[in-house]
């Protein structure tokens, strides 16, 4: 039988703290400042994001998904809507987010409701990508079962074969989502657990910002 005892493994949160005086006024403001604070620390992938979902009957799912973009409407990625996670999206829109910006201490939580982008978005989006990103969405099924490595490398080549020589459309299963935040919470680690959490919750006539206890 394998065991881990893992009660030892721990961090003092000592980089910094978070007070109500240096909350931006709205969210996304906030989040822009934090996030190149990512960038500027030159962490791998800053983007990198953990989107859950569940499905109407509450069981949830997690995975990493790359932010591409962000503005005062929301948090915007890309994927093949057929996967797990575009079924569930499609039965329930409920989603969170999650950015774990471990070296410096800190994670945004997001709570929110992910809308489908536009065809005219997604196109152009998509237009940008790799080729051999493109061709990827074109192979795989993603969330389907294979029979293994081999089938996915044949179906590349193949999709391969087929644009060669021309531009890649955009597969008609692929996708964008806008996740507009009812909830953004800026948790930065202390000592001894005593973590500085301050959320922003949607109020009708803007946002309203609260601490919550770690």
Known sequence: ?????????????????????????????????????AVAAGLY????????????????SARFVLLKGFDDQGFVFYTNQTSRKGRELAANPSVALLFPWHPLERQVRVDGAAEELGRDAVAAYFAVRPRGS????????????????????ARYEQVERRFEGQDVPVPDEWGGYRVRPEAVEFWQGRPGRMHDRLVYRRADDGWTTHRLAP
């Not at 992938?45 to 949830?60: I, K, Q, S, Y």
């Not at 493109?134 to 490398?153: D, F, K, P």
């Open 134 to 153: 493109q061709l990827g969405a074109w192979a795989s099924h993603q969330s389907s079962e294979v029979a293994g490595r081999v089938e996915l490398e």
């Open 1 to 37: 039988m394998v065991t881990g005892d893992l009660s030892a493994v721990r961090e003092n949160y000592a980089r910094g703290g978070l007070a109500e005086s240096d909350l931006a006024a709205d969210p996304m403001t906030m989040f822009a400042r934090w996030y190149d604070d």
């Open 45 to 60: 992938e800053p983007n990198a994001m953990v989107v859950a979902t569940a499905t109407p009957e509450g069981v949830p």
